[in-house]
């Protein structure tokens, strides 16, 4: 914020250059005299018309200068940051009228007020204008409006637009991380809740996530009662994408813990929600008819994170992260595994993670019960039963629920009872039989 505080806009340099620019060529043919003719032509006319109210009037030469001036800078800046083509017009128009009555109005006066060199400076003003609105630099707002719009932030949006290089819209190949948060419990709360409060719950939701969201960066893709979208890395290419998604994941939750209280406060029905992230290739670009253009993207990891966000709901975890995700932050961040999954398509197997915290400040207590953790995991996978419940109960912070660990918990008991715990759709797979089918997540 600093640094941006410490150089104006581009936007705003150029429409100084060309209000400046405009506003000199005029007042230099002002001064060497080039508009003296039609101001004794327009002088004499008001007399013959008996607009003046006497012969004696005065010539009001510093408001002239004044307002040549002041129009050139205003009209500027307006032709340079409207991005419609019609307002632009209509603002040039308008002054044009602004100048012509304050000359009238001046000469009902008293006072003699030449326009001509107003004029002058607006018809500058607006032709350079125009062509410069001509040109990438000056079309680039209005094409950010139409495709991207209000998806991101105004800061994001400022950068986009002063950014040296023009944005990418053709179609690129980005490393992408895909961040999905979605309520639960849609369903539940229609049937205790009355339309008119089931409506303000959802936009209160919706505005929460899709705000804070922008806020740290992402393009918010698809926005929905349930569902929010958003994307890191995708409008220009970030080293950084899945960290930006993982940090905002980690405060996103702390800010739905105290939605959920507000909205159990003011509906009496918490919020239930999960996040998912998943990271990679994505093929990004404009998509759409001239009429209706936007920008996304097309890859595996948008689905993928929708999967992930509505499995913290079968384990009763808040965030998971996919195994690229992982794999780019092995020590950024610290997880617990879930489950492994198989995809037959390409004979490939994936694991999931909760994600816990940034691996910056994780306190070893914590540490140490997230390894306890694993290790039941491990012997879970393995059939160990007894010993997966020794390691869980370790892994167990007193006075604190954990979904995950209650899953496993229950998992692990069924299989002492002689209960079939592993994922069973009939189709054999590697692993020991304990990876569930991809398309089942």
Known sequence: MKERQKKMRRYAIISLAIGGGA????????????????????????????????????????????VVVLLSFGVSWCVIDISPVGLKLLVVLCAFLVVGGLSVTSALHGFFFEPFSSFAALVLVAATGFVFAGTERGMRKRVLEEVVGSRISRNKFDALLEAVDPPNFEGAVNEVSVLTCRLFNHAELQEKLESGELIKLSNLFLRSVSTFLASRGAYLDESGPELVRGYFGMLEASD??????????????????????????????????????????????????????????????????????????????????????????????????????????????????????????????????????????????????????????????????????????????????????????????????????????
């Open 240 to 441: 950084t994408h899945a960290e930006d998604a993982c940090r905002a994941a980690l405060e996103l939750r702390s800010r739905l813990r105290n939605l959920s209280q507000e909205c159990e406060t003011r509906w009496f029905q918490p919020i239930q929600y999960g996040i998912g992230i998943s990271s990679g290739p994505m093929t990004v670009g404009v998509y759409g008819s001239r009429e209706h253009r936007y920008f996304s993207g097309i890859g595996p990891e948008t689905d993928y994170a929708r999967r992930l966000a509505h499995a913290n709901q079968r384990y009763g975890s808040d965030i998971l992260v996919g195994p690229l995700t992982h794999k780019l932050l092995s020590d950024q961040i610290e997880v617990r595994p879930m489950e492994m999954f198989y995809d037959p398509e390409v004979n490939a197997m994936t694991e999931v993670y909760q994600l816990l915290a940034l691996t910056e400040g994780f306190p070893a207590e914590d540490r140490q019960r997230r390894d306890c953790f694993w290790e039941g995991v491990i012997r879970f996978r393995e059939k160990e039963y007894e010993k997966a419940l020794d390691a869980f109960s370790q892994a167990k912070k007193a006075g604190e629920e954990d979904g995950p660990l209650e899953f496993f918990v229950e998992r692990c008991q069924s299989g002492l009872a002689g209960e079939d715990v592993q994922p069973d759709d009939g189709k054999p797979k590697p692993n020991g039989g304990h990876a569930r089918l991809l398309n089942l997540m």
């Open 23 to 66: 506003a000199l060529v005029a007042l230099l043919f002002y001064f060497l005299g080039g508009f003296h003719p039609l101001a004794a032509w327009l002088s004499e006319w008001y007399l013959s018309k008996g607009i003046f109210p006497s012969e004696e009037f005065l010539r009001a030469k510093w408001l002239e200068i004044l």
